[in-house]
């Protein structure tokens, strides 16, 4: 969280995603890699409670990690920031828990975009990547329930997207427009979302693994 108490992420420093964490839950410990292969660890303690502003949506209570990684990650990102977990029954991710996109879409995207090559889905960050489907079949899905694996899925809507996208998903650098490209064939709702991919919820829970088939209900 940076200096605010809002989320920091890829859209004020795309090259944190070149930060590799490694997390032992047995033992509570953390160790955070940077690009210049120094690496800072230690075991997790948790301090003062705060609550994080997440894209002006939600407020997510947590507690703030304590020892270095505030210092570390505030030197990386050239800003205040601090390191917080959130709360146990709470959850640090977008708006509902999981995301779907199929390959298909991504290859549509980066053929409008005139990419040289199809984007790397990763750049899109979600849960679940998709193949067999058509450009954008996910979007037919909204408002419907979709078994993944084991597990029971409700499409509530579409993603907005933000400028992380336009980044390699390695680096953190911007290298293709994506904002621009969806804007052109896509179009906007409401004037200003960019939608790309699909929220899901999650109705029962189970088990997803790869290759496993993903069907309308």
Same mark, same amino acid.
């Given at each position: 969280?940076?200096?605010?108490?809002?989320?920091?992420?890829?859209?004020?420093?795309?090259? !944190?995603?070149?930060?590799?964490?490694?997390?032992? @839950?047995?033992?509570?410990?953390?160790?955070?890699?940077?690009?210049?292969?120094?690496?800072?660890?230690?075991?997790?303690?948790?301090?003062?409670?705060?609550?994080?502003?997440?894209?002006?949506?939600?407020?997510?209570?947590?507690?703030? $990690?304590?020892?270095?990684?505030?210092?570390?990650?505030?030197?990386?990102?050239?800003?205040?920031?601090?390191?917080?977990?959130?709360?146990?029954?709470?959850?640090?991710?977008? $708006?509902?828990?999981?995301? !779907?996109?199929?390959?298909?879409?991504?290859?549509?995207?980066?053929?409008?975009?005139? @990419?040289?090559?199809? !984007?790397?889905?990763?750049?899109?960050?979600?849960? !679940?990547?998709?193949?067999?489907?058509?450009?954008?079949?996910?979007?037919?899905? $909204?408002?419907?329930?979709?078994?993944?694996?084991?597990?029971?899925?409700? $499409?509530?809507?579409?993603?907005?997207?933000?400028?992380?996208?336009?980044?390699?998903?390695?680096?953190?650098?911007?290298?293709?427009?994506?904002?621009?490209?969806?804007?052109?064939?896509?179009?906007?709702?409401?004037?200003?979302?960019?939608?790309?991919?699909?929220?899901?919820?999650?109705?029962?829970?189970?088990?997803?693994?790869?290759?496993?088939?993903?069907?309308?209900?």
């Amino acid at each position: 969280m940076d200096a605010a108490g809002r989320l920091f992420n890829g859209t004020g420093c795309g090259p !944190l995603v070149q930060v590799r964490p490694e997390w032992d @839950a047995r033992v509570g410990r953390l160790s955070l890699r940077f690009p210049d292969g120094h690496a800072v660890e230690g075991e997790v303690a948790l301090g003062e409670p705060v609550e994080t502003d997440f894209y002006e949506k939600r407020v997510v209570p947590g507690r703030v $990690i304590e020892g270095p990684w505030a210092e570390v990650l505030s030197a990386y990102a050239g800003e205040p920031l601090r390191l917080v977990r959130v709360d146990d029954g709470a959850h640090g991710t977008d $708006i509902h828990v999981a995301t !779907l996109v199929s390959r298909a879409s991504v290859e549509e995207l980066s053929r409008r975009g005139g @990419a040289a090559a199809p !984007l790397d889905p990763r750049r899109f960050r979600m849960l !679940l990547e998709l193949e067999g489907c058509g450009p954008h079949e996910e979007d037919e899905w $909204i408002g419907r329930e979709v078994r993944a694996g084991e597990v029971l899925l409700h $499409i509530p809507s579409p993603v907005p997207r933000c400028a992380v996208t336009t980044q390699d998903p390695a680096t953190g650098i911007r290298d293709f427009d994506t904002l621009r490209t969806i804007k052109a064939y896509r179009g906007e709702i409401a004037g200003k979302w960019l939608m790309f991919g699909v929220y899901a919820e999650v109705v029962e829970p189970g088990r997803v693994r790869v290759g496993d088939s993903v069907e309308l209900v």
